[in-house]
């Protein structure tokens, strides 16, 4: 995956091949079987970002995941002009990879307006300082995967708070499943909307499946577990800096027929809620 704020950055500079039809580059160095979902996702926003008029910023997107990327390839977007209306534009990507879509993104962009303001407030949590570096989680092979997780996504800083697999019978009852995380891009980012937009795409798929393995006691990347991202939601509220610190409030309201539910809720650090993300997953245990 990228090895820096830069790469990811030139990652979601598409080649464009023709009006409406782009080109995503691969990470140089990636030891992935498969393209990571967030970056499918990032660069699938991008192409549609390039094609709405200035002044509309994307609000939301709904994404399936269809096939595994294949990291040895370019993948191609194919952007449709859904409609422009007076406030809204609505575009659909699909990518493309092999003759085949593997993965199919609608997003929706509205002009600012002023209105009704209100939102949740931010969980209580440690402070970055506070919270444990990714790579410095556990012992022994805990920690090789860590730093092996880490080399895989260098572009990000993240510090991980906790979960709820300690809490008492009645808290787990009430929120059976709960992780936090801060995070943030290791580097300045550009001061620009859509990129900064696409980054948070990025980073929204990281560990949020993870949230509906607490409750079992399993991890992503057990080899009790076949996980992937089935598909994927984000609503931007408001203004989003990436590289500053986020908390990534993260929760799985349910998990059945070997697919679980994520919620997540990202703050700044001011508390202010900037995107929900949702997600449902396959989680499927496996039995020898």
């Not at 994307?58 to 977007?77: A, C, K, R, T």
């Not at 570096?133 to 991980?160: C, F, H, I, S, T």
């Not at 939601?233 to 986020?246: G, I, M, S, T």
Request: charged share 20%.
């Amino acid at each position: 995956m990228p090895a820096s704020v830069e790469e990811l950055v030139r990652l979601l500079e598409l080649e464009k091949l023709e009006e409406d039809l782009y080109r995503g580059a691969q990470p140089a160095s990636s030891a992935l079987p498969r393209v990571y979902g967030g970056q499918v996702a990032a660069q699938a926003l991008m192409a549609a970002c390039n094609s709405v008029p200035a002044g509309r910023h994307v609000h939301s997107l709904h994404s399936y995941f269809l096939l595994p990327g294949d990291p040895s390839i370019p993948i191609v977007y194919d952007v449709e002009r859904i409609r422009d209306g007076g406030s809204f534009s609505t575009r659909r990507t699909s990518a493309r990879q092999h003759g085949a879509i593997i993965f199919y993104l609608t997003a929706s962009f509205h002009k600012h307006e002023a209105g009704f303001d209100h939102q949740e407030s931010m969980p209580d949590v440690p402070a970055v300082e506070d919270a444990v570096r990714l790579e410095d989680l556990g012992g022994g092979k805990g920690a090789d995967r860590a730093r092996r997780w880490m080399q895989e996504w260098a572009a990000l800083d993240v510090r991980y708070i906790g979960d709820n697999r300690l809490a008492d019978e009645a808290a787990r009852a009430q929120d059976p499943a709960v992780q936090r995380l801060w995070f943030r891009a290791k580097g300045q980012l550009p001061a620009d909307a859509a990129l900064n937009a696409c980054v948070l795409t990025y980073a929204s798929d990281l560990t949020l499946l993870g949230s509906s393995l607490v409750p079992h006691g399993v991890v992503i990347g057990s080899p009790a577990v076949q996980a992937a991202s089935l598909d994927h939601a984000v609503w931007f509220h408001r203004e989003v800096h990436v590289d500053q610190w986020l908390l990534y409030d993260q929760s799985s309201p349910s998990a059945s027929n070997a697919r679980g539910l994520a919620i997540g809720k990202v703050f700044d650090q001011s508390g202010r809620l900037v995107a929900t993300v949702a997600q449902e997953g396959l989680i499927r245990p496996i039995t020898r």
